[in-house]
């Protein structure tokens, strides 16, 4: 797999990948032939664990490049001999998502156990008890998300759903779930290394990036969340929480909205409001607030000539130009670049 985050993937050993993985925004947190400070750095990042050389301790070296985009930590981790990596416990406060990039990694967990090649992956969930062996040249792009974080975007993304998400520990089954995660990875480790150079000060850009990869990681690893949604059926109390839930985000969209919480607060379960808004306004909450904050974007084009398009899209959490480009164009009919700016058109209403 090519990545945004270096030419290093092509290459044939650790050494060269510390090298040419090195890219603006990605930093250094590991370069060393010393097991010792492998297992501190590594286990800071993860959890304390053991690694134990199947071969000469003298052929070990540990290549780890880090970056990071709001709650999504990337590492492009590496050993250049057989190793096993043996954690103290589970991840407990992240999940991670292990990408293969070269060679060969396997990974057990009690009775199941998956070999990752060429382009498989593989969740390991917050509670989940492993161990690892690399294989020779081995190497990874993992990328790491908070576990309440998760649990949150799930609530989003599917409602009520069980009271734990857990993963099967299994590579997507069939070819296009593999490609589709691979361009999940591919995409965050290019925003990682060209999107804003302060993702902190766009937080609605950052939870939108968070949101989609973790949307992606449902879609494409088999998992208990999909199918433990609650069926529930609409009513006064829906529609009355759907109306107020609306009213919340015409006030709110200009921040960061935990989405998951709007039902709770207006005294319904999640479903229930996702129901409620879908039989109101057609669409659900997550799409009811893209629009809005799409309108919001249009009146700063149209009020400030001067701004920059990309900055417009970042600000109000469109993941990249280009998906900007594209939502602008579908809902306005022209692209942000094409439109005739500095007069007004009156604000933009959602119902």
């Known amino acids: 797999m090519q990545s945004s985050a270096g030419q290093g993937y092509r290459t044939n050993s650790p050494d060269s990948q510390a090298k040419q993985a090195m890219v603006e925004r990605f930093r250094t947190s590991l370069d060393t032939r010393d097991i010792d400070e492998a297992r501190e750095v590594v286990g800071r990042a993860y959890v304390p664990h053991d690694i134990n050389p199947r071969g000469d301790a003298r052929d070990f070296h540990a290549v780890q490049e ?3 985009i709001g709650g999504i930590w990337v590492d492009l981790l590496g050993y250049a001999c057989d190793v096993d990596v043996i954690p103290a416990g589970p991840l407990g ?12 990694v396997e990974i057990s967990s009690g009775a199941d156990s998956v070999q990752l090649v060429d382009d498989r992956s593989v969740v390991v969930d917050d509670r ?9 040249t081995a190497f990874v792009c993992n990328l790491r998300f908070d576990a309440g974080a998760v649990h949150r975007y799930i609530l989003d993304i599917v409602g009520d759903t069980i009271a734990h998400p857990a993963f099967e520990l299994a590579a997507p089954r069939n070819r296009s779930d593999r490609e589709r995660w691979r361009s999940v990875v591919r995409m965050v480790n290019h925003l990682a290394e060209a999107g804003p150079t302060d993702a902190d000060a766009y937080p609605i850009w950052s939870a939108e990036v968070e949101r989609f990869a ?15 949604a609650a ?15 609306a009213d919340f ?5 200009a921040e960061p909205v935990a989405l998951q919480a709007l039902g709770p607060r207006f005294g319904v379960s999640t479903r229930a409001l996702q129901l409620g808004f879908q039989q109101l306004f057609g669409c659900s909450p997550r799409a009811y607030l893209r629009e809005l904050r799409l309108q919001s974007a249009h009146l700063d084009l149209m009020s400030d000539p001067d701004a920059r398009v990309s900055d417009v899209g970042y600000r109000w959490g469109f993941s990249t130009p280009g998906r900007f480009a594209r939502e602008y164009q579908r809902r306005f ?7 005739e700016r500095g007069r007004s058109l009156g604000r933009c209403r959602m119902p």
């Open 66 to 68: 880090t970056g990071r």
């Open 93 to 104: 406060t992240q999940y991670c998502i292990v990408q293969m990039v070269r060679g060969v």
């Open 128 to 136: 989940r008890l492993f161990t690892m062996r690399w294989h020779p």
């Open 214 to 228: 973790v949307a992606a990681m449902l879609a494409t690893h088999t998992n208990c969340v999909l199918d433990g």
């Open 231 to 245: 069926e529930v059926s609409g009513g006064a109390a829906s529609h009355a929480a759907a109306r107020s839930a």
């Open 249 to 253: 985000l015409r006030a709110h969209c």
């Open 333 to 339: 009919g022209v692209l942000p670049s094409k439109l």
